[in-house]
């Protein structure tokens, strides 16, 4: 039977993802720094290995942010609803999109456009695109 991480496990490694993709920072190059391998940093990311309180501490040293940095956003495991029922899933979902290699380039890109009406028009161009294929999924 396959191992399903712990959802605040998952969160934290999305978080060590996240800002390591920011930093421009391989695996390979943290895992160096940590003195582990890559597939370590790999699991941790993926929460299938939890991250030790000492081990959070060096990372977040080396990421260069505070380690309440890796618990953002997280819910508590006791409160969590069910998939279906949750109110918030928005910042879950904004964390998991910043912590893909698009969702980064996107956001870094889209932060370096300083004309402030050319960044609302993009805003509503993607709004628009979005509603026309959630228009073009319930024609077919």
């Known amino acids: 039977m396959a191992k399903v991480p712990n959802p605040i496990d998952k969160h934290v490694g999305s978080r060590v993802r996240m800002r390591r993709m920011l930093l421009g920072l391989s695996q390979e190059r943290l895992g160096e ?20 309180a000492s081990r959070l501490q060096q990372i977040a040293e080396i990421l ?34 910043l912590s893909t290699v698009e969702g980064l380039q996107l956001n870094k890109a889209f932060a370096s ?21 959630d228009e073009t999924k319930t024609v077919d």
């Open 33 to 52: 720094q940590l003195g582990v391998t890559f597939q370590q940093v790999q699991k941790y990311e993926k929460g299938m290995n939890r991250i030790g």
């Open 64 to 97: 260069d942010v505070p380690p309440s940095f890796f618990f953002e956003d997280a819910r508590p495991i006791e409160t969590e609803a069910p998939k279906g029922f949750s109110e918030n899933t928005s910042s879950v979902y904004v964390v998991d999109f």
């Open 113 to 133: 456009i300083k004309d402030q009406k050319l960044r609302r028009r993009l805003v509503d161009l993607v709004v628009a695109i979005a509603a026309s294929s």
